[in-house]
């Protein structure tokens, strides 16, 4: 290409760009996209047609601006989406890594209070609450009475209680 020539193809493409930059940069900031990155994609957009002007220039050269503006936009939002989705996946995963924990001292703590209790009061939990019978099957099996059983259950159940919130307060978990 001789000099002329790209220098003919510079100032066109210069006053193309003087001509529309505003515009473009306007029309990517209202849809969204932050002044800084959207002067960046403008630039971009218009190196884009400098490189490509000998055969666009015959055509519709702004409509192919626009195009590269817009695809040069989605790529930015949608790295930003995955940047978010990022921090909001990193996030959770703390959030479920300290419930996972939270969940572990839980059944450790809930594990002591019930080896704390009497041999009946254990035996009445593990049917009830573990093994999930009724109070009338809880009370066939061990051969007790169905008042005995809500007896225990409701004795073990305080007991436990008292034994979990000590233990909470012990480990300066008084706020939850």
């Known amino acids: 290409m001789n000099e002329n020539l790209k220098d003919l193809y510079d100032?066109?493409?210069?006053?193309?760009?003087?001509?529309?930059?505003?515009?473009m940069l306007g029309s990517l900031i209202r849809r969204?996209?932050?002044?800084?990155?959207?002067?960046?994609i403008v630039n971009d957009t218009f190196a884009a047609v400098r490189r490509r002007?000998?055969?666009?220039?015959?055509?519709r050269p702004l409509n192919y601006a626009y195009v590269i503006a817009q695809n040069e936009s989605k790529k930015w939002w949608h790295q930003k989406q995955k940047e978010d989705?990022?921090?909001?996946h990193g996030e959770c995963d703390a959030q479920c890594e300290r419930d996972e924990i939270n969940e572990i001292i839980n059944r450790l703590t809930l594990k002591q209070a019930i080896a704390d209790l009497s041999p009946r009061e254990q035996?009445?939990?593990q049917l009830r609450f573990f093994e999930q019978l009724t109070v009338?099957?809880?009370a066939e099996k061990l051969g007790i009475s169905e008042g005995s059983i809500k007896s225990y259950t409701h004795t073990a159940i305080n007991r436990l209680r008292k034994q979990v919130d000590l233990d909470c307060k012990g480990n300066g978990e008084e706020g939850k």
Do not use: T
Not at 11 to 23: A, K, Q
Not at 32 to 40: D, F, L, Q, S, W
Not at 85 to 88: A, C, E, F, P, T
């Open 85 to 88: 989705n990022h921090l909001y």
């Open 53 to 59: 002007w000998p055969k666009i220039r015959g055509g």
């Open 32 to 40: 969204g996209v932050p002044k800084p990155i959207a002067e960046e």
């Open 11 to 23: 100032n066109e493409v210069i006053d193309l760009f003087r001509g529309n930059y505003s515009i």
């Open 123 to 125: 035996e009445v939990i």
């Open 136 to 138: 009338k099957e809880s």
